[in-house]
């Protein structure tokens, strides 16, 4: 996506290194109430389900110490905040705001129970959209070190979040051996922009991708950009929904069509809307926005890596 968009969070941890990850401001959130026994606990959510696909063997109770609430009107994080923590919406719901170059207000997204908050800010280090709250909510949160303490390296996510220039700068220091393990066959879910890193560069800027399937990214050839709501995805995988919701400007083109494993039409351009090598399958639209049959193809990927 363009420089100027922000696109989804993906309610999925990016399961990248240590050393991959940005510094963590540790000034602590104060806690509204923390977990303590059962009927606090994830189990007895009723957003469970439509929580975070990562928790198939009970990990989030592991992950989420304490909750916050957020009044009708007010800020649970401003554009500029420090990237401290992750935020689940367990009930209510809210609004991203981004500002443009130009200095105006736009609107990135909103946030239903279930979605995670926050997770624009992993390459960057901040935020940048202020979340406001569209009725009285209540947010799970996720400190980094938190997820330090508990996360495999057993899988890669690289979330759909941010510009293609920033991101590859941001990778770059990791970049030789995120594409050596994924070549090596680790597996990885690139979502979004996350799928255009795994090509060798963009149209929308400078900077290098992992090189994992040769081609680049370029830029929708369509009236109406960014795609941003449902489209169908013609797939040749059961496990990719049928519909699917895009948020894009941009779109990967490989050298050889061999990779690709589904395609999508925006207007009369149609592109690959999902890639698959190796143990790594890339989507160009947002399973956590995609409904049930995109939380369950995003349940299945971590499922697979955890048998």
């Known amino acids: 996506m363009s420089s ?6 993906m309610p999925t941890l990016a399961l990248l290194r240590a050393s991959e990850r940005p510094a ?19 189990a007895a959510c009723g957003s469970h389900k439509f929580c975070l696909p990562l928790d198939t ?3 989030l109770d592991d992950l989420v110490t304490q909750r916050v609430r957020v009044r009708k009107g007010d800020a649970l994080l ?35 129970s279930g979605d995670l908050v926050g997770s624009e800010a992993i390459y960057a280090g901040k935020h940048d959209a202020t979340v406001t709250a569209l009725e009285d909510s209540e947010f799970c949160v996720i400190p980094l070190d938190r997820m330090e303490s508990v996360a495999r390296t057993d899988a890669l996510v690289l979330p759909g979040v941010g510009a293609f220039s920033n991101a590859a700068a941001r990778l770059s220091s ?4 995120m594409r050596d ?22 149209e ?32 040749i995988d ?25 395609y999508t039409t925006h207007e009369n351009d149609r592109f690959a809307s999902a890639v698959a090598v190796a143990n790594t399958v890339g989507v160009q639209f947002h399973p956590e926005k995609s409904s049930s049959a995109g939380v369950s193809f995003v349940r299945d990927f971590v499922q697979g890596v955890l048998r």
């Not at 100027?4 to 969070?9: I, P, T, W, Y």
């Not at 000034?27 to 059962?38: C, D, Q, Y």
């Not at 809210?94 to 500002?99: D, P």
């Not at 066959?185 to 799928?195: A, D, E, K, R, V």
Request: charge should be negative; proline fraction near 7%.
């Open 238 to 262: 059961e496990a990719l929904p049928e519909v699917a919701y895009f948020a894009n400007s941009y779109v990967c083109q490989p050298y050889d069509d061999d990779c690709i494993v589904a």
């Open 78 to 112: 401003h554009c500029g905040d420090s990237f401290r923590n992750l935020y689940t919406v367990r009930s209510g719901s809210c609004k991203s705001v981004v500002t443009t170059a130009g200095g105006q207000e736009q609107l990135a997204c909103y946030h239903i």
């Open 57 to 59: 063997d009970g990990r």
């Open 24 to 42: 963590v401001d540790a000034r602590p959130v104060t806690p509204l109430r923390p977990h303590v026994g059962a009927p606090n606990g994830c």
């Open 204 to 235: 929308e800027g400078p900077g290098s991708g992992l090189g994992v399937i040769p081609g680049r990214v370029r830029k929708l050839r369509a009236l109406r950009i960014p795609q941003i709501g449902w489209n169908e995805v013609d797939s």
């Open 4 to 9: 100027d968009e922000r696109e989804l969070a």
């Open 181 to 202: 393990a994924i070549l090596g066959g680790l597996p990885t879910l690139c979502i979004c922009l996350g799928m255009q890193l795994l090509f060798d560069d963009s």
């Open 174 to 177: 990791g970049a030789e051996s």
